[in-house]
């Protein structure tokens, strides 16, 4: 009797699952709702009565587990890059042209749906989903499978198949126009039910699919995820093994195994016929059930993308074709100014309120002085507003025949708003600068913001609104002030947070206090060139930051080193030598470098970091292209290990040329042009042997 019900339920669940994927991925749905949700009822009756036999991947499961209090950390083991922007049809040729210069052979591209929504990293170990991680920073992302799970889409077990035992896919969490529509009209009537009135719901009522999918998604309880319905496409595959040739052929296997891939998804021969493509996906994008911003076009062949690489922020294999922004028309009410962290004054539009691709827009970046005079801006002058990238909005152009006879033009402040310090402008530069960085509060405030920020000291517990309220209340004035700070200063603070038609007081409490500081207590082990990076000198990101820092050893050797050595540093150049010089030239910088020592920040490398196995690279500059039998990656890793440094191009200082199947004929010209020499993968290994 107890082995019948087993096979019940187990049967009733294969069922159920099959169904599942023919209405939501193949959508064919092959029995009626009724029918279904009676197979439903009568499994969880069974798994009720008989809770031992509860398979994990049953789909009564899928209603959510327990609340998550906090989404957990997830370094990506493949960084989620960003693709690179065009809007029109010359900057497709300039993409396809800039492929041809590296492939000498055919090149066929796959276009698809650049779908709005989240993107997403899913992990299956053993065919079975074991973890889901957004995007993030696009190196670390927060861990959401337990909300993911509820994704009637997206497998939780795949179908029988040749799939490695662990293998990363990508794709997009998204919600659908009428679920969104029908979740939003449900929070209407629960607020007109409260008593809020008709603008009041207005302003509370979500404004696009994309915001409700990201709300959801970041829910801290999973059951309250199942009730909205979300959807997802997967696009990407990474493994240890090659899957298939083609990026194509990945999509059809990924939808064997049980993914739901674009089914718009198409092989184009050439550039042309990618036009072709996005004029159609256009002439239909209205009709589809989703929100797409797009059109994703990739290289199809893997070998001809490992070839092709990335930079430091995209694949250059791939680029999305954006749809032009909605464009709407509004009053100027005026300009005004911020302050960054940098000193650098930013020009910012006030508008009047205007509803724009889902959101009220009221205010848009000028950039910088320039900008308002391209634009020839008066005041009360009428604009057109469009979202750049459909993001950020920006004023395109004025409505001039909406001017008034006797409008003003607007001036460029000379002063900074906050601190009335006459700004300056260096020749050359687009943007002025307010100098008093020591005392202007903006600057100080970002300073510190940056210090703390995830890239830099990562500083738990702290963020944008606590830093401003503890520099307001005169407490700290600097990012070393950070290590001084002691529960007494901190517990039951109340400052304001908020803009000022919305502002809350807050007081820090208890538990709050003990993250800050178990945060600033954890950040005195961050390493030195991330300590380099936080301390925000200009000019000096992440990647320089490493520069130095390996080069140099330490920040005395830094803070000592004259321009020359500074410009001499492989890619570094005068102009960043020239900000660092300026940085510890200042005796205010000098001292605060000292606190943070006293505080026991970690001001030198870890020898111990780098593990050479020999110096027969020592001092060689190394380019490495082509395909080859083990990855690129590894292969730049074995080059650094023997003491070479790994660069990106054909110059007159490379060493040697390491040259694969299918190397891009202009790279192979130019470095029999130079005389540079070349050897193959073997007789490399050979050399590090």
């Known amino acids: 009797m ?23 991925v193949l959508s064919k749905p092959t029995i009626s709702d009724f029918e279904f949700d009676q197979k439903l009822k009568e499994l969880e009756l069974l798994e009720k009565t008989h809770p031992g036999f509860i398979l994990s991947d049953s789909p009564t499961q899928r209603v959510g587990g327990a609340p998550t209090k906090q989404f957990k950390q997830v370094a990506h083991k493949y960084p989620m890059l960003s693709l690179g922007n065009t809007y029109n049809e010359t900057d497709l040729d300039e993409f396809d042209l800039r492929i041809k210069k590296t492939i000498d052979s055919a090149v066929n591209y796959v276009c698809e749906l650049k779908f709005d929504g989240l993107a997403i990293g899913l992990t299956y170990t053993n065919g079975i989903l074991t973890q889901a991680v957004t995007r993030g920073d696009g190196m670390v992302g927060d861990d959401v499978t337990e909300n993911v799970k509820t994704i009637l889409s997206i497998p939780q077990q795949l179908k029988p198949g040749n799939y490695p035992a662990t293998f990363e896919i990508r794709g997009e969490v998204l919600m659908h126009k009428a679920t969104f529509q029908k979740l939003n009209q449900k929070f209407a009537k629960e607020l007109e039910a409260k008593g809020y009135d008709e603008n ?26 199942a009730k909205r319905p979300l959807d997802a ?88 074709y954006k749809y032009k922004a909605a464009s709407a028309l509004t009053r100027l009410r005026g300009i005004s100014y911020q302050v960054g962290r940098t000193g650098a004054i930013t020009p910012v539009a006030e508008l009047e309120p205007v509803l724009l691709a889902g959101t009220t827009v009221k205010r848009a970046s000028l950039y910088n002085a320039d900008e308002i005079i391209r634009l020839g801006l008066c005041q009360d002058d009428f604009v057109y507003v469009e979202k750049g990238g459909e993001i ?81 209340k005169g407490i700290i004035q600097n990012y070393a002030d950070l290590y001084q700070l002691q529960t007494s200063d901190l517990l039951g603070l109340t ?110 490398t870890n020898n111990n970091q780098t593990q050479l196995l020999s110096n027969k690279l020592a001092g060689k500059t190394v380019l490495v292209s082509g395909t080859f039998s083990m990855s690129r990656d590894a292969l730049k890793l074995l080059i650094e290990q023997h003491g070479g440094r790994n660069v990106s191009g054909v110059s007159k200082s490379l060493s040697l040329l390491v040259a694969g199947d299918k190397m891009g004929p202009e790279k192979l010209a130019k470095a029999n042009q130079l005389g540079v020499q070349m050897i193959s993968e073997n007789e490399l290994l050979e050399m590090l042997k």
Not at 200 to 225: C, F, H, W
Not at 450 to 460: L, P, Q, S, V, W
């Open 392 to 472: 950020i909005p920006k004023i395109t152009a004025v409505a001039t025949e909406k001017r008034g006879l006797f409008s003003n033009p607007y001036a460029f402040t000379e002063t900074c708003p906050e601190c009335q310090s006459t700004l300056i402008r260096k020749e050359g530069e687009a943007v002025h600068y307010c100098p008093n960085e020591s005392q202007c509060p903006p600057q100080l405030i970002g300073k510190i913001e940056h210090f703390i920020g995830r890239k830099a000291m990562n500083i738990d517990g702290l963020g944008a609104e606590t830093i401003t309220g503890l520099f307001k």
């Open 2 to 24: 107890t082995e019948n019900i087993q096979e019940q339920i187990y049967t009733l669940v294969q069922e159920l699952k099959q169904h599942n994927y023919n209405y939501y």
């Open 233 to 320: 496409f997967l696009y990407y595959m990474y493994a240890e093994q090659e899957l298939k040739p083609t990026h194509y052929e990945q999509l059809e296997l990924a939808a064997s195994w049980g993914f739901q891939v674009d089914k718009h998804a198409k092989v184009c021969k050439d550039i042309a016929e990618v036009k072709e493509y996005i004029q159609h996906i256009e002439s239909i994008k209205d009709d589809l059930s989703f929100e797409i911003d797009g059109i994703v076009i990739k290289v199809n062949a893997i070998a001809q993308q490992e070839e092709l690489g990335f930079t430091a922020k995209n694949p250059r294999w791939a680029i999305s």
């Open 495 to 604: 400052f304001e947070v908020g803009e000022d038609g919305a502002k809350k007081t807050r007081s820090l409490q208890e538990k709050s206090v003990h993250n800050i500081l178990a945060g600033i207590e954890a950040s005195k082990q961050i390493p030195f060139e991330r300590v380099l990076f936080a301390l925000g000198i200009r000019m000096v990101g992440e990647t320089v930051a490493k520069k130095l820092a390996k080069h140099f050893g330490n920040i005395d050797n830094i803070a000592q080193a004259d321009i020359a050595t500074l410009s001499g540093v492989f890619e570094i150049g005068e102009k960043i030598a020239e900000q660092i010089i300026r940085f510890f030239s200042d005796p205010n910088n000098l001292q605060i470098i000292e606190q943070l020592k006293s505080a026991g920040l970690l001001f030198e």
């Open 200 to 225: 009041e719901i207005k302003d509370q009522l979500y404004k696009n699919p994309r915001n409700l999918a990201s709300g959801t998604l970041k829910m801290q309880d999973p059951k309250e995820v």
